[in-house]
């Protein structure tokens, strides 16, 4: 049923407050080196899919946005920060063809490490950039202005596109274009493979000195979290080739130059893990006994080691979400793949009080989840200092940056992320395109002198880029 905004003296969302909430500038804070996006008003939009038709309003957005509870969406559809049509409608009006559904929210995001975006080459068409780690490229999941492409084209006061991508955690080489015709052209550069990709790694245990070729066939296990695995059943054609630069006997590690040949996600990380040499800090692949299993066998053991979940679905429901309440303790934790956003200068004794009460009754300890990552912990404490303990490490709160009294997430607990989780030892260190050379320079994890000299030149060292 819709219900009258006369009668109930409340306001709907109008088409020109959703534009404007698409227009308005950010507000950043940069605090202990990490850069953070004040919380601030944002309408997300979308028309009603069709495997939605006919069905609750309530049940809809409880089923397939899990951010909340069903108790937050009720007072939302009842106050009018969810419409449909611009209007008020009641939790059980049935969802038709074409109804436009707006939510008003208090839109936190994850903060990034803050770096200046190093350029590598720049002209009338092409930008060429060192991507930092810890920051997405673009808009995606709970991300929109602490991104890549939104940094550059605030300092370069124009419209700019991107034509490939690097994971978050990963730093190096992204192409970025002025304008969208020569995005498309390099774009079919990249999907047709005509494009030279050098990578850096890190990597566990004493790698090959003569190299290896791998070509084991990649398959996407969950497509909606990015996690693959190699199966010569049902993969995709994939060919990495690797040569060994460094192995430091006391680290047991080794600094390996990557060659894909294809491009399929996570293709390098994917066959390092699967020839017993993951990425050393690699959040997802760096449990060796993972690469060698079946993907039913992986999948399972993936879900039940990261998320405690008995099905593959909740998995992908968890990621989708991004940020969730955690039962029990109220706790989100951000680190590696953890994005934390908001909270209190210090937990106030309430929150203190409660974190101890409910985690000494909890069996097996909650899911720390924050930003598009797990943490999990048996232990969870509060200091005299007002620190969260961790399994014994310990983590700060957030200060808060805003507040909506309507915002649940604005009565979360969100800690500090921990810098050693924001990145992966992984670089895209050089790229050869369209006759051109761009290379990127190494990142503060490799040392120079873990560079032979036979490979100087490739990677341009102790020569101007």
Known sequence: AVVSTQSTGKR???????????????????IDGLRYVVPYQFIL?????????????????????????????????????????????????????????????????????????????????????????SIPIHTTGRYRHNTLLKQLEASHAQKLYTCHRLDRLT???????????????????????????TYLALCDGEFPSEGLSCSEPILQVSHKLGINKV????????HTDFKRLHYDAEKNASLVLCLPH???????????????????????????NWARKSTEEFSAELTEVLFKKDDIS????????????????????????????????TPS??????????NSSVSPAPNLVSGDGIKQAKNISVTPGGKFSLDGKLYEQIPRLSYDEDCPECNWVRLVPDRADMFIFLHAV??????????????????????????????????SS
């Open 45 to 133: 939009r979308t028309y009603a899919k069709k495997r939605w038709f006919d069905q609750k309003i309530l049940d809809v957005l409880v089923r397939e946005f899990q951010a909340y509870p069903a108790t937050y969406y009720q007072s939302a559809l009842e106050s009018g920060r969810i419409t449909v049509n611009e209007k008020i409608v009641s939790d059980d009006y049935l969802l038709r063809d074409h109804d436009f559904i707006a939510h008003r929210v208090h839109r936190h995001e994850p903060p990034v490490i803050d770096q200046q975006i190093e350029i590598i080459s720049e002209d009338e068409e092409v930008l060429v950039v060192n991507k930092p780690s």
């Open 430 to 463: 050089r790229y050869e395109l369209d006759d051109k050379v761009f290379v990127a320079p190494l990142p503060q994890w490799c040392p120079e002198k873990w560079i032979p000299s036979e490979f100087h030149d490739l990677l341009r060292i102790g020569k």
């Open 171 to 197: 730093s190096g080489i992204i192409v970025v274009l002025k304008n969208s015709h020569k995005a498309k052209d390099y774009g079919q550069l990249f999907r047709e493979q005509k494009v030279r990709k």
């Open 231 to 238: 199966d010569f059943e049902n993969g995709k054609a994939a």
């Open 262 to 288: 294809t491009g399929k996600m996570h293709q390098i990380r994917v066959h390092l893990a699967h020839h017993g040499h993951p990425i050393t800090n690699d959040p997802i692949y760096s449990r060796e």
């Open 349 to 358: 004794d309430v929150q203190s009080e409660t974190l101890r009460t409910e």
């Open 314 to 345: 909740d998995l992908i429901k968890l990621r989708d979400r991004e940020t969730s309440q955690v039962p029990s303790a109220n706790l989100c934790v951000s680190s590696a793949a953890r994005s934390p956003e908001d909270g209190s200068t």
């Open 12 to 30: 709907c969302l109008t088409v020109q407050e959703m534009i404007e909430s698409e227009e308005q500038k950010p507000e950043f804070k940069v």
